[in-house]
């Protein structure tokens, strides 16, 4: 890549993260129709379709030789001289990033994490940048300093005016009285392919499932908090700021719906 690739001057650039599985990734096709919406709301043209996509990506995993790995895959809107003007820029790049797993070590599951609160705000409402994955996480990236700096594994951000929205790099969901309850797209969360899944998979299990308003008080009085990723899948949260969540340890709903969740995979994914 070239110094003066927008990506890395300026974050100008789009992404996905997916989890594969026996050869094969999770939710490919939601997470590369993500990418491609991403991509036209930041108006980077998709230089080749979804399909060619997945066709690169199947022959960077072959390549890598890896059954079960991380991919990234990076679509910048290309090189050009050191101005902000978009329509400076050359041909977009993408670049298929194949990489072993994280360690993920089973204690995450038993354990679970825990968080601190941070403030950090969405892209405003209107922005078309809200709700994108686009690969500027500087901010997510000094939450996630500042809740280690506080003793805590994850950040989960508030907005100033004190709505939850998200995780440093996961979706949030809160247990209360048998019901799930997760904030809404409208609050400018990435729409996670993660979080779909479970909304889905709680649907098919009976499990009342709310898109709505979160707040810190939401938090500290749920029986459980858990959060949801592609490579993560979902872990519990056993702490807030300090404070114990329920019985201050991992949940049977979200025990429930991990299990459904890893159902799913296989599922799809032939184990
Ligand atoms: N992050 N919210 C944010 C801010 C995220 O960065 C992510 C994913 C999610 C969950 O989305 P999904 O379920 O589609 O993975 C929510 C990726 C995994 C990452 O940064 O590595």
Do not use: C, W
């Not at 650039?13 to 129709?33: I, W």
């Amino acid at each position: 890549m070239s110094i003066l690739d927008r990506g890395f001057l300026y974050g100008d650039s789009v992404f996905e993260v997916m989890r594969v599985h026996r050869g094969v990734a999770f939710r490919q096709r939601a997470h590369l129709e993500r990418l491609a919406r991403s991509a036209e709301s930041v108006f980077i043209e998709l230089p080749v379709t979804v399909e060619a996509l997945a066709t690169e990506l199947r022959a960077a995993l072959e390549a890598s030789g890896l059954r079960d790995a991380y991919v990234r895959l990076i679509l910048t809107r290309g090189q050009g001289p050191l101005t902000f003007d978009r329509r400076t820029a050359s041909a977009p790049r993408r670049v298929v990033l194949v990489a072993p797993l994280p360690e993920l070590a089973q204690s995450l599951y038993t354990e679970g994490v825990t968080a601190a609160l941070v403030h950090v705000s969405r892209p405003a409402v209107g922005s078309r940048s809200r709700g994108v994955k686009a690969s500027n996480y500087l901010a997510n990236l000094l939450a996630l300093e500042e809740a280690r700096s506080r003793g805590a594994h994850d950040a989960i951000l508030v907005e100033p005016d004190g709505m939850v929205t998200e995780a440093a790099s996961s979706n949030v969901f809160v247990v209360r009285d048998g019901r799930v309850l997760t904030p809404r797209l409208e609050a400018g969360i990435l729409s996670g392919i993660t979080r779909g899944v479970v909304i889905e998979r709680a649907g098919a299990l009976g499990v009342p499932v709310e898109e709505g308003l979160v707040f810190p008080s939401d938090l500290y009085r749920a029986d459980e908090v858990f959060l949801t990723s592609s490579v993560r899948e979902l872990v519990s949260v056993v702490r807030v700021d300090g404070r114990e969540v329920g019985v201050g340890a991992p949940g049977p709903v979200a025990a429930r719906l991990r299990e459904a969740y890893r159902a799913e995979v296989r599922r799809e994914t032939g184990g």
